[in-house]
């Protein structure tokens, strides 16, 4: 009898205290008076039903924007600024970046090589890594490798002429996440794959794994984003299986290249340049650090997880707007071919600078369905916020959702309205800088940024070239969007009517 009391105290003393704790946690913003969402036990903001998907988070956010530059909320019991007032906003990316340089995402470099990427690194590691890469990227390089992205087109375009046979109503996000994963499989690995033509082609398989969305992938992906309980846990986003398949294929490349003095001018000769030549810093007096093989592995392995899901969600919600908007459809395919035929009938890289409208097309699409949805940075020390008497203390998480400032009526009106126009360069001047951030913005911005607009401008270009986009029985109109492991996707799979011109 006297063991039964004892536990019913000490568990009426337990909740007690985690009552009290929660309680404490989740009077942080109101006791700094900052307009907050109201959090409940015990995940705070984060919907039970999916802990992934930020947006319900966000859409309450911005429905309090006018009260103050950020709202709070909490995820789990970790207190997150929610950033919604565009000068505020460029003051974290770009003005004050020095106290606003990290993601703080976990890495776990020991039993997860792969972590220790660039979009994951902070602090000098990330510095010094971001001046090594940031020459992988330049309009010079992307020259060099645009040949490669043509030929993957080219044989992508003969693949899809030969299913087009047999049937016309295409899963449009499928074949394009085939174009993409051999475009980056060329271009990072040197792997020549034709996805497409072999559905179990291994890199298709392991971008597949890398995405699949799961419960467990989604409590990992924002405990790695959030908590000091991912460093606690040793926890690894990544399986086994994901890390040795990478590390192994950029081992056996980095052999064979080296063997055989093999230069293909890609991402993986750039990436074995920097494995076994100094780099300097950028006063040119300090010499860096070489790269590991894993350190190698973990870049290639974030080029290929960035570079091919982003590009195939840009171009699949493209063509989906274009199978509704024939005009616009047509009007693109007019400049395609008049470009072109000044081009000597081909898609040269020259000719594709050509294509300004395309280039409006491909914004607008990122401005409505920006494939990632929201940026993140820490704070490295208290900052207070201009013109208010507001600090964010260090530590503290600042989140800018992307996707509702994209749809906010007072930047772009009749937001739900595909209208390329709105790129037009003396549109895009009126606005503020901040309303287009579908790359993110400041020294921390995309660095694939020009090779992602290139492989989906000559993905759009080839297929407009050659193809008719239609809504078939099976699109859904209008389409549910939720994002999926960090990328925005859509609920239904996008089928579309593809007709050969
Ligand atoms: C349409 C295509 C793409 C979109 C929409 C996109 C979007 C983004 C966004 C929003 C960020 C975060 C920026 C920020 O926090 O300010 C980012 C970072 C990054 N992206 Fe992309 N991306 C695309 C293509 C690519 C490609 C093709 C690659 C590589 C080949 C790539 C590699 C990266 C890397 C490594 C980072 C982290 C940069 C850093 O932290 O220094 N991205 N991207």
Request: glycine share 6%; aromatic share 10%; charged share 25%.
């Amino acid at each position: 009898m006297e063991f039964f009391t004892s536990v019913i105290w000490l568990t009426v003393i337990l909740l007690g205290v985690v009552y009290f704790y929660f309680r404490r946690k989740y009077s942080y913003w109101k006791n700094r008076g900052v307009p907050y969402i109201e959090p409940t036990f015990p995940l705070g903001n984060l919907s039970r039903k999916n802990i992934g998907n930020l947006r319900e988070v966000f859409e309450k956010v911005y429905n309090m924007r006018e009260k103050c530059p950020f709202v709070g909320a909490y995820f789990v019991v970790k207190p997150v600024a929610i950033a919604t007032d565009l000068d505020f906003i460029k003051d974290v990316l770009v003005k004050d970046f020095n106290n606003f340089h990290g993601r703080g995402i976990h890495i776990n470099e020991k039993d997860s090589p792969l972590s220790a990427h660039l979009f994951a690194l902070d602090g000098p590691k990330w510095r010094s890594l971001r001046m090594k890469l940031s020459p992988t990227f330049t309009s010079g390089k992307m020259k060099y490798m645009f040949p490669s992205i043509v030929g993957v087109s080219e044989q992508f375009n003969q693949t899809l002429g030969e299913i087009l046979h047999d049937q016309s109503d295409i899963d449009v996000k499928e074949i394009l996440s085939c174009f993409t994963t051999d475009v980056i499989g060329t271009c990072a690995f040197g792997v020549e794959c034709n996805s497409l033509k072999d559905p179990n082609a291994v890199f298709r398989e392991y971008g597949r794994k890398v995405l699949k969305p799961s419960k467990l992938r989604s409590i990992a992906l924002v405990l790695a984003r959030t908590s000091k309980l991912a460093a606690t846990l040793r926890l690894s986003v990544f399986g086994k299986d994901i890390t040795n398949f990478f590390i192994g294929i950029v081992r056996q490349t980095i052999e064979h290249r080296e063997k055989n003095n093999v230069k293909r001018n890609d991402f993986m000769d750039l990436l074995i340049d920097l494995k076994n030549n100094d780099t300097l810093d950028e006063d040119k007096k300090i010499k860096l650090e070489k790269l590991t093989l894993e350190q190698v592995a973990a870049q290639a392995f974030v080029f290929f997880v960035a570079g091919f899901e982003t590009s195939s969600t840009t171009m699949m919600f493209a063509l989906y707007e274009l199978a509704l908007n024939q005009e616009i459809q047509d009007k693109l395919r007019t400049e395609i071919n008049t470009v072109c035929a000044k081009h000597g009938g081909r898609l040269t890289y020259e000719a594709m600078n050509d294509m300004v409208y395309l280039g409006q097309v491909v914004n607008e699409t990122l401005r409505k369905h920006p494939p990632v949805v929201v940026l993140q940075r820490v704070a490295q020390d208290d900052y207070k916020v201009a013109n208010t008497k507001l600090v964010i203390e260090k530590g503290t998480t600042v989140m800018v959702p992307t996707y509702q400032i994209q749809h906010d009526e007072r930047y772009y009106p009749n937001p739900e309205k595909f209208d390329p126009d709105r790129f037009l360069p003396e549109v895009c001047k009126s606005r503020h800088p901040m309303t287009f951030l579908s790359f993110g913005d400041g020294p921390r911005n995309c660095i694939g940024l020009r090779f992602g607009r290139l492989q989906s401008r000559v993905g759009l270009a080839m297929l407009l070239k050659n193809y008719r986009f239609e809504p078939s029985e099976k699109t859904p109109i209008p389409k549910k969007l939720l994002p999926r492991g960090g990328i925005l996707a859509s609920v239904d799979r996008l089928h579309l009517k593809i007709i050969k011109i």
